[in-house]
């Protein structure tokens, strides 16, 4: 009886967990220019489309791909628990997914303190909403 009481009460959990989630007012950050694909007139114009596209495309990408490296990473070891040399595939997996965020969220602090440093104005970085 106690094992359909306690299925019971998962279900509803499961079944109101959208509802607290989708609960919360969502505020759209300001983010910087998007529209990448404007017709280039000069190479000044030429290299502002190409580091506009690096920066709104290339670098979210990238960071999502050593996420799921990680991601993948975990997963491989938690399924192959049993044999050791599958487990440290999954355990190189992990750490190449840790080594390639730690890499790039050290590039955007570099670069965010040479920034501020000689004050070369503004550049989009990533930030956590405030």
Same mark, same amino acid.
């Given at each position: 009886?106690?094992?359909?009481?306690?299925?019971?009460a998962l279900l509803q959990i499961l079944y109101l967990l959208p509802i607290f989630s989708f609960a919360q007012v969502v505020v759209q950050p300001a983010v910087a220019k998007t529209d990448c694909f404007s017709k280039p007139d000069n190479l000044g114009d030429l290299i502002s489309t190409a580091t506009c596209t690096i920066r709104v495309y290339l670098i979210p990408l990238m960071f999502s791909l050593a996420l799921l490296i990680f991601i993948y990473g975990v997963v491989?070891?938690?399924?192959?628990?049993?044999?050791?040399?599958?487990?440290?595939?999954?355990?190189?997996f992990m750490l190449w997914g840790i080594i390639a965020l730690f890499v790039m969220v050290s590039v955007w602090g570099i670069v965010?303190? !040479?920034?501020?440093?000689?004050? !070369?104005g503004t550049v989009f970085i990533p930030q956590l909403q405030q």
């Open positions: 009886m106690k094992k359909i009481i306690k299925k019971i491989w070891y938690i399924w192959k628990g049993k044999d050791s040399k599958e487990q440290e595939e999954g355990k190189k965010s303190i !040479l920034t501020n440093t000689f004050g !070369l």
